[in-house]
């Protein structure tokens, strides 16, 4: 835990839309309150071991694992339950802070002991009806992903999966992970008193007494199940590369039926393993280049499994390479208040608690910034942005990729050396080199009958003084290679 010199300027901005002071000893309602009112609104960041309305001032923060589960219980406490990230601590001084933050474009309504409210200014203030009824509109407030399908059992869940979760987060999880699981949505306290084991011997999770106690939700079934399809046979991804640039040409496929995180690297490295790839000549200099920017890619697939409707059955996450594009289809249109229009700048998070523990896997960021890297990713590439479309049942993204048209036979991009003004026997000694490493008159002339020696003897020189070629030997010893 370092000094965090962002906390210095976050102490000098007074109270606000999306900021909020709070001291040590606050009680867990006023948290509950503030956060409440920061879900309903546009997110925001709660400092708790600060005080001060005009300017904060650091207090700090003595037990900071009681202020910890302060806040994830303030969290807790929220109808329905807030989903937060982790609160992050930083030092000021001599003083630590703890910071939590409440994510924007939730995607529901929140309460808390029936009182609805939202951020204003720089405090906390109750929503009139028509503004409720108008949030309640925008958002929905159907969560599916927090149902519990009837009859689903404990023992649905994988323990091994669960435990390298709880590793990865530390102590706070790992000391009680199903209670840390609720806090993520992933299961909810249990009315019934099932006692059913799998078949073949005791359940692993009997010794945590969570039979009976704890079930499943669809959200915790998705990402840690032992058997994903058993329950949701839509949640899978379909794989195909085409040859040519039509469904109708010939094609590799590949489905992935597994948890949401498993199911997320393994397509990934199908599409880096299918993606065309290989070097090329940039201006003097090689370079390696790829189809499409993995990181578009990754964005478009995570995407795609964060954030499509899971309640929509009979078709799953859908990705085709062609030779010129990326389509990327989801089940379900655009949620919320996101339109085409507003894509960009609005964030809205049909699955919140998928995306916090995509995000603790490292998988997803929680802001909701995967649109603007995509969009930077394809322009730092030199290509067209990412194009979005909402079909009649689904949500599309195109990627346009590398021209492979343009290319030689070693993925040589030949486009930069004929707007050098090379001509075409100076292009082909150029990709007769990538391969051969060395090329003397002999070999151009073999490639070029037609064409007399002197011609390709000047062919040859001019490309050692433009500096692309290095003329080595004497007489007929003499050979050129890359300078």
């Not at 309640?136 to 599916?144: A, F, K, P, T």
């Not at 490292?362 to 194009?387: C, S, T, V």
């Not at 930069?416 to 990538?434: H, K, S, T």
């Not at 070629?469 to 300078?483: C, D, N, Q, S």
Request: aromatic letters at 6%.
């Amino acid at each position: 835990m370092d000094y965090d010199e962002s906390i210095e300027a976050l102490l000098a901005l007074p109270e606000g839309p999306q900021l909020a002071f709070a001291r040590e000893k606050t009680r867990l309602d006023d948290l509950a309150e503030t956060l409440v009112s920061f879900a309903n609104a546009q997110g925001g960041t709660l400092v708790l071991g600060a005080a001060g309305r005009a300017k904060a001032r650091a207090e700090g923060v003595r037990d900071l694992a009681a202020a910890r589960d302060l806040l994830l219980e303030a969290a807790l406490a929220c109808t329905p339950p807030l989903i937060l990230p982790l609160p992050r601590a930083a030092r000021h001084g001599e003083a630590t802070l703890l910071l939590a933050s409440v994510p924007a474009g939730l995607s529901q309504v929140y309460s808390l002991h029936g009182k609805y409210l939202r951020r204003e200014g720089g405090t906390n203030q109750p929503l009139a009806p028509n503004a409720l009824r108008r949030l309640l509109i925008e958002r929905g407030d159907v969560s599916w992903e927090r149902g519990a399908p009837e009859g689903a059992s404990i023992d649905e869940l994988d323990l091994h999966k669960v435990n390298t979760y709880a590793r990865r987060l530390g102590p706070e999880a790992e000391d009680e992970p199903l209670e840390f699981l609720r806090r993520r949505g992933c299961v909810t306290q249990s009315v019934t008193t099932d006692n059913r084991r799998p078949i073949g011997g005791e359940s692993p999770w009997s010794a945590m007494g969570a039979q009976g106690t704890y079930a499943p939700t669809n959200a915790g079934l998705l990402l840690f199940a032992r058997s994903v399809e058993d329950r949701f046979p839509q949640a899978e991804i379909t794989l195909v590369q085409y040859r040519g640039h039509d469904m109708a040409d010939a094609f590799e496929r590949e489905d992935v039926r597994d948890t949401l995180p498993e199911a997320v690297r393994r397509a990934e490295r199908w599409l880096m393993e299918h993606m065309r790839r290989g070097s090329r000549m940039a201006g003097l200099e090689r370079q390696d280049w790829t189809q499409f920017p993995p990181g578009a890619v990754r964005e478009a697939l995570v995407n795609a499994v964060a954030h499509r409707d899971y309640s929509v059955r009979g078709e799953g996450v859908r990705i085709g390479l062609f030779a010129d594009r990326l389509e990327c289809y989801s089940p379900g249109r655009l949620p919320g208040h996101v339109t085409l229009e507003n894509l960009v700048a609005e964030r809205f998070s049909r699955n919140e608690g998928l995306v916090q523990v995509l995000a603790d896997f490292g998988l997803i960021e929680r802001l909701g910034y995967g649109i603007d890297r995509m969009l930077r990713q394809m322009e730092n590439a030199g290509l067209p942005p990412p194009q979005f479309r909402e079909t009649a049942a689904g949500f599309l993204v195109t990627l346009q990729g590398q021209p492979v048209e343009s290319l030689g036979p070693e993925g040589l991009d030949t486009r930069e050396w004929v707007r050098q003004g090379l001509n075409e026997r100076q292009v082909a000694a150029l990709i007769f080199l990538a391969e051969q490493r060395r090329i003397t008159n002999r070999d151009l002339q073999d490639l070029h009958p037609d064409v007399s020696p002197e011609t390709i003897r000047r062919d040859l020189s001019d490309l050692v003084d433009r500096g692309v070629l290095l003329r080595v030997g004497e007489k007929r010893a003499t050979y050129y290679i890359m300078k």
